[in-house]
């Protein structure tokens, strides 16, 4: 009887387009026949047992599989036991209803993409938008329909390790990133395509002194002209799930918070797909002080709190809590519905069993055309911080001394959160360079150093990447024979793929100790020497911007790493990735970063020296060391002739250099009057502009009322007759060089 039943359903799914009236036909059909626990079971998402681990876990969900009272797995990983779990829930429950399959596929799958705040640093929405198509590809042909991306929490504090996840500082930029991941990986939900998950609404990112998990308090004014706009543009690119933070919002956990959810999110901005908790934090709820779980599951599913991640409180609570009148059947239907409309949007109902194929496997998976974007993407958001004297890129002649933790390593390259890599298949620095340059130039090897000194400091970030310890005196000892030896040094330094990321908050952001030990020492030799900066965040070096010859940010380059790395490194493609987190001088600093309110008694970023009474450091200018928007390019680029005529912003971009490059064109805004304060520039547009060696361009930017707009407390759009301030430069910093007047009528 169960298999006419869902044959009956099925016979209702036109095709994978149909209509919103079809769907509505589809579930209200289906959800006619369900009965409370079913429902209640579409709501409960479990861990599979792979990423979170358990045999006992993988009994429990087959069991509740069979009994219609799950709606969800995350983090299983194997195509057979995805194939297994799916058909005990389609042919052994009573509606045959098919599950969803989640996993954290951040920046890539066995093709593995920079980790999402180095795509950032490429400003090539192109780019970002292929990589998650391509990720989304990957991750359906091992049985993923579902995955836990875009992060689009604006971060202003490195020392947040989700920072990684994210698109840096800025709204604006973050926004474009998050539309262009969602476009990559839901496309037109075809068997290759994925359903995005937009996290974590909301303000995440503001979580006091960097510690994550922490608490978040700010006024609504700042929540919609500062963090909230990504989440916001992300809407408009319908993503088909949304995650709740951890944090509190106006005192109350966000997965609880009405006004967040249905007030903001859904009505306010229309979303109308289905919103899921962080891992257990219904649970978590009783911690900041809201009552039992009984208590959480019932304000978290009155706010509009769809789908339960692993804390299995609506399946256990919400019957008693129906019965007792302190939920509505009406708000469980509401839940289970968007729940199931999901499903159909991934065409599950139609053919659970669409991205169950095993030959994608053989044929989807780290093919030449990935790796070859994977490269390309890499080399574009790798950022030249300093190239004195132009020693990059490097010749292939000499000798090449090859030191550092991360030089000849497969797993640390990759960053955190690459769920389904597979280092084995991966180059290391070492094994690309002498590729690279093959009988043409000689290169020489040491590790050089532990990761740092604190041998339970490196166990603990390991994970499952584990890195073996060294003797530190003698692995110098090495590193300076061979730097003895060479003509240049190429220091591969930094941190750990899990130094950053989830629950990977830093109080130094420095280079680890025994490696800045290590860096001194071969700059001591007065031998050239590169640093290539491996970090999942903007770090500290103000020593090495004043001692090291060149620095090149390579964030995690992903599976292409090594590569991607001598592309630049030798001159085959010349740097252009620009920052999109200011780098500050000091820790004493954090906050930093450019769009910030003017004060009453102001000092300029670049003025030195104390100033009493007003807000500057003692010891420090007020500046970044490198600031937003910032990077070098192989060549010389001059910006001249700005104008503002009309409605429309101009410039003149000429590469008066002897290579090819790529300039990334900045336009911000200042509001010089207005109801309330506004900060002293805002990233408004950007253009990325390649130009041959003399080549002269020029460039034009629309300027839009929206372009001038600002949010008020409740968050509506103001736009305000007045005087603007237009700029267009390289970076925040030097953008007020060029500048000129708009008047809006």
């Not at 055309?369 to 002649?397: I, S, Y």
């Amino acid at each position: 009887m169960k298999k006419i039943l869902f044959l009956a359903l099925l016979a209702l799914v036109s095709c994978k387009q149909s209509s919103q009236s079809e769907m509505d036909r589809f579930v209200d059909d289906l959800m006619g026949r369900m009965t409370l626990q079913e429902k209640l079971g579409q709501l409960n998402l479990l861990p599979g047992g792979d990423i979170n681990t358990g045999a006992a876990i993988e009994s429990q969900v087959g069991e509740l599989a069979a009994n219609g009272q799950l709606g969800g797995v995350l983090n299983i990983k194997g195509l057979d036991k995805i194939k297994a779990l799916q058909e005990v829930a389609v042919e052994k429950s009573r509606l045959g209803i098919p599950l969803i399959f989640g996993q954290d596929i951040i920046h890539g799958g066995v093709t593995v993409f920079p980790i999402p705040l180095a795509q950032a640093c490429s400003w090539n929405m192109e780019a970002i938008e292929e990589a998650a198509r391509i990720a989304a590809k990957e991750a359906s042909a091992f049985g993923i329909n579902w995955t836990y991306s875009p992060m689009v929490d604006v971060a202003l504090d490195p020392r947040w390790g989700r920072i990684a996840e994210g698109g840096g500082e800025d709204p604006y930029l973050t926004g474009l990133v998050g539309q262009a991941m969602i476009r990559g990986y839901q496309g037109d939900y075809g068997k290759e395509n994925v359903m995005a998950c937009v996290k974590h609404f909301a303000l995440y990112g503001a979580a006091e002194a960097g510690r994550d998990y922490n608490t978040v308090d700010m006024s609504r004014w700042r929540m919609f002209n500062q963090y909230l706009p990504p989440y916001k543009a992300a809407m408009e690119a319908h993503p088909g799930s949304v995650m709740s933070s951890f944090n509190v919002v106006d005192g109350i956990p966000a997965t609880a918070n009405h006004w967040l959810i249905t007030e903001l999110l859904r009505e306010k901005w229309g979303f109308d797909g289905f919103l899921v908790t962080d891992y257990a934090s219904i649970n978590e709820m009783s911690t900041h002080g809201l009552g039992g779980q009984k208590e959480c599951s019932v304000r978290a599913l009155k706010a509009g709190t769809d789908m339960d991640m692993c804390s299995e409180a609506f399946i256990k609570q919400l019957e008693p809590c129906l019965a007792e009148g302190l939920v509505t059947e009406k708000e469980i239907d509401e839940a289970c519905r968007r729940v199931l409309e999901a499903k159909y949007k991934l065409g599950l109902f139609e053919d659970p069993y669409r991205q169950i194929d095993p030959k994608r496997l053989e044929t989807d998976l780290y093919t030449d055309a990935h790796r070859k974007a994977a490269r390309n993407m890499a080399a574009e958001t790798f950022v030249l911080l300093k190239n004195e004297g132009q020693l990059l890129p490097l010749q292939r002649k000499g000798t090449i001394a090859l030191v550092g933790p991360l030089a000849h390593d497969r797993s640390n390259i990759l960053g955190c959160w690459s769920t389904a890599d597979e280092p084995a298949r991966y180059s290391t620095l070492k094994e690309a360079m002498e590729r690279c340059v093959g009988d043409s130039a000689r290169v020489l090897y040491a590790q050089g150093s532990n990761f740092c000194a604190d041998a339970r400091l490196q166990a603990a970030c390991a994970f499952n990447r584990p890195v073996e310890r060294v003797d530190d005196k003698q692995a110098r000892a090495e590193a300076l024979r061979i730097a003895a030896q060479a003509d240049v040094i190429v220091c591969a330094m930094g941190e750990m793929a899990e130094q950053s990321g989830e629950s990977s908050s830093r109080a130094d952001l420095n280079l680890p100790d025994v490696q800045m030990a290590l860096l001194q020492d071969l700059v001591a030799t007065g031998k050239p020497v590169v640093l290539l900066n491996f970090a999942g965040r903007p770090t500290l070096m103000g020593w090495e911007k004043e001692h090291v010859t060149a620095i090149l940010n390579v964030w995690f380059g992903g599976s292409e790493t090594g590569d991607a790395i001598c592309d630049v490194l030798f001159g085959t493609k010349s740097p252009c990735g620009r920052l999109t987190a200011s780098i500050p001088q000091s820790m004493g600093q954090i906050p930093l970063y450019y769009n910030r309110l003017n004060t009453g008694r102001p000092v300029p970023d670049d003025a030195d020296g104390y100033r009493q009474y007003a807000s500057n450091y003692l010891e420090v200018r007020n500046g970044p060391l490198y600031p937003f928007g910032y990077g070098l390019t192989y060549s010389t680029i001059s910006y001249s002739d700005m104008k503002v005529e009309g409605n429309q912003a101009s410039v003149t971009v000429a590469n008066t250099g002897s290579r090819d490059a790529v300039e990334v064109v900045q336009l911000y805004i200042h509001d010089l009057a207005a109801q309330t304060a506004r900060p002293v520039k805002e990233l408004k547009g950007f253009q990325r502009v390649a130009l041959k060696a003399g080549e002269k361009r020029t460039v034009a930017f629309d300027i839009t009322p929206q372009m001038l707009s600002y949010y008020d407390a409740e968050g509506n759009e103001v736009i305000e007759p007045g005087e603007f301030d237009i700029m267009i430069g390289k970076s925040s910093a030097d953008c007020d060089l060029l500048h000129a007047p708009y008047v809006l009528q």
